[in-house]
């Protein structure tokens, strides 16, 4: 490392606040679009099967974008402390601070917030990636953070996950999220799948289908929280101690797979109880356009030819 501006380390690149994970960004504005694409067409959808269509278009998708959105998301495990410690190695210069750690399927995030965040004439607000995933090598990054002189709070908890660290977090953690991810990325498989089901006239095996998503996604939930669920190694900093608990992805993804449960439960129970209100439900939009001119002034279609030949007048009536 070199002097730069009288501060050793040096931190040269400007530091930014990551507010959102681009991937999780990508996923939730293409199911967006989806949605209000299929709301500008609902209008033209007629009678009462216009809210069954919306009920169970936009049940859909949300369970879709939610499979697909926890992947990218760093909720799953958080913790947060507020620390009076060093701020940077070779100083002797303190500071006050929120220390946020964020884990996900692929990786964890630091966050480093001073309280204020003007401090030593600097602006603390730190947010640092460092993941695990496929084509990224958590080692690499930590070495980069310490070339780039971050702070020791955030050194101090990346060091915790790295590969040779006895506190072995790096192996849970990283276990866990492969395991959860691969489950997950079944579980939106049976989602497809079970849509592609309920366009056809086999209820049951959409139904089915939807049982299976929802037990993918809460095997992924159990599978997380039984690795996870290893004594976590102590964090100290100062007189403070970090402790994680799970976060909204978690919940989330436990909701959905209960939702799918619950979902795909009533479809099969109805197909063998009421298959009938179960046909009569899911058709409902063929049997609404069918209907919607029922009671009209009958149609009265006469043939000529009989009169010519003497034949009695032949009248057909029909309702519409």
């Known amino acids: 490392m070199t002097l730069w501006d009288g501060v050793l380390p040096f931190y040269p690149q400007p530091r930014h606040a ?13 199911f967006l679009t989806l949605a209000v ?21 936009l049940l859909s998708l949300f369970i879709g974008a939610e499979i697909v959105a926890v992947h990218f998301s760093a909720e799953w495990s958080v913790g947060r402390v507020s620390i009076d410690t060093s701020y940077k190695a070779f100083s002797a210069a303190r ?12 990786g964890i995030n630091i966050t480093l917030t001073g309280t204020p965040v003007q401090q030593l004439n ?28 971050l702070p020791d709070p955030v050194l101090y908890l990346a060091e915790k996950f790295t590969v040779n660290s006895p506190c072995g977090l790096y192996r849970q953690y990283r276990l866990a999220g492969r395991y959860a991810s691969a489950l997950l990325w079944v579980a939106f498989c049976l989602w497809l799948l079970s849509n592609a089901l309920f366009s056809m006239p086999v209820p049951l095996y959409g139904g089915l289908g939807l049982l299976a998503t929802g037990a993918f996604a809460l095997f992924s939930v159990f599978v997380f929280a039984s690795i996870s669920s290893v004594p976590f190694c ?38 063998y109880t009421l298959p009938s209100a179960l046909r009569s439900f899911l058709d409902r939009s063929v049997k ?21 030949f003497g034949s009695s007048d032949l009248t057909i009536s029909t309702h519409l």
Do not use: M
């Open 18 to 30: 990551a507010g959102f994970s681009v991937p999780l960004l990508i996923v939730i504005l293409v």
């Open 122 to 149: 600097e602006t603390i607000d730190y947010n640092e990636q460092f993941s695990w995933r496929l084509g990224k090598d958590y080692t690499e990054e930590y070495e980069e953070a310490l070339d780039k002189g």
């Open 37 to 57: 694409s299929f709301l500008l067409i609902l209008p033209g959808i007629r009678g009462h099967s216009r809210w069954f269509w919306l009920v169970r278009v």
């Open 288 to 308: 609404d356009c069918g209907n919607q001119e029922r009671g009209s002034s009958p149609l009265n279609l006469n043939n000529p030819l009989h009169k010519k």
């Open 234 to 271: 102590r964090i100290r900093l100062g007189s403070s101690a970090l402790t994680t608990h799970y976060g909204a992805a978690f919940w989330v993804t436990l909701a959905t797979g209960v939702l799918c449960l619950l979902l795909g439960g009533a479809v099969v129970s109805l197909h």
């Open 95 to 106: 500071i006050r601070a929120h220390l946020g750690l964020h884990v996900g399927l692929e």
